[in-house]
């Protein structure tokens, strides 16, 4: 099972800062191995960026990955939710 520090080194590795909710990252708990595959294929440019994240409890909230680069020239992989409630969802299914 892959920990969170692979998905944290993927970006490292591609010269990227990974930008992520703290209550996302700990809602992928459990889900790290899926979630770096569809991170590989977003990077490799293999997918359109979305990630389905289940929720404790059911359901699921749909992740958006984005590159981005930073006023002072650094890259960025930000992580957010599509929908503005997505991360009150996520936030509530953590308890």
């Known amino acids: ?9 993927v970006c490292e590795s591609k010269q990227t ?14 889900y790290e191995e899926s979630f770096y595959v569809g991170l590989r ?3 490799a440019g293999e997918s359109d960026g979305v990630y389905f994240l289940p929720l404790h409890g059911g359901g699921y909230v749909r992740l958006a990955f984005s590159k981005r ?5 650094h890259n960025l992989l930000r ?4 929908t503005k409630e997505g ?3 996520i936030k509530a299914s953590l308890g």
């Open 17 to 30: 800062t990974l930008v992520i909710h703290p209550a996302i990252r700990r809602a992928i708990k459990g």
């Open 87 to 89: 991360l009150a969802r």
């Open 79 to 82: 992580i957010d939710p599509l």
């Open 69 to 73: 680069v930073s006023s002072g020239g």
């Open 1 to 9: 099972m892959l920990s969170f520090e692979a998905v944290e080194e």
């Open 41 to 43: 294929c977003y990077l």
